[in-house]
């Protein structure tokens, strides 16, 4: 009898690829809405978008809820990690990440034109330049991590403490994408509203 190859075991999580996928499912999914007329009237947007570049919160308070809202999502993906959900989170993960960026910039551009999509690439811009690369590494990692305990049928391995030290190097960056979604990001994106809208 032959054997059919593991190949998901040998190559690891296709994170990137997943990634494009749903982002591809992002910027298309808004086009076929927008023709049957399902989008917002420009001026209750522009100023949704006004008060949330506003900040209306402390720089505290905010870093707060950004902790809480991407912190437990990071520690959500560690423990899945350890368990046989590593798989599927991560699988699902790279795809919504894609999906929520592919939404993101084409509703800012289908809204407000070229300035929008300025606008929206500035609700990204700087944390994410850190927060791609430490899901992708994340993912990736918890996907592996996940599949030896698969492979094992449900019992530990002996490299969970090395999985544990990689996401916890990885979380301290993922930590400086908070701080600067926190502080920086709202400072920018005031500015890019300002200047474009």
């Given amino acids: ?11 690891g ?6 990634f494009m996928a749903g982002f591809f499912i992002g910027m298309i ?31 505290v308070e905010y870093f707060l809820q950004v902790l809480g809202m991407r912190g437990s999502v990071y520690l959500l993906g560690a423990a899945c990690g350890i ?3 590593g798989v599927p989170f991560a699988v699902a993960g790279s795809m919504y990440l894609g999906i929520k960026i592919g939404l993101l910039l084409t509703m800012s551009v289908l809204q407000f034109g070229f300035q929008g999509g300025m606008v ?3 609700l990204l811009f700087p944390q994410y330049l850190l927060y791609i690369p430490c899901i992708f590494y994340l993912y990736r990692q918890s996907y592996e991590q996940s599949m030896r305990i ?5 019992m530990l ?23 600067t979604e926190a502080y920086c990001n709202p400072f920018i994106l005031e500015w890019l509203v300002k200047k474009v809208l």
Wanted: charged share 15%; with cysteine; proline share 4%.
């Fill in 120 to 122: 929206g690439v500035g």
């Fill in 157 to 179: 391995t002996g490299g969970v403490s090395r999985y544990f030290l990689r996401v916890f190097l990885c979380g301290i960056l993922y930590l400086g994408g908070m701080i």
């Fill in 13 to 18: 999580c296709p994170v990137q690829i997943l």
């Fill in 150 to 154: 698969w492979k094992n049928r449900g």
């Fill in 83 to 85: 368990s046989v959900f």
């Fill in 29 to 59: 999914l808004p086009d076929i809405a927008w023709k049957m007329e399902w989008h917002q009237k420009t001026i209750s947007a522009m100023y949704l978008l006004r008060s949330f570049a506003a900040g209306s919160e402390a720089g």
């Fill in 1 to 11: 009898m032959k054997k059919i190859p593991n190949w998901h075991r040998n190559t």
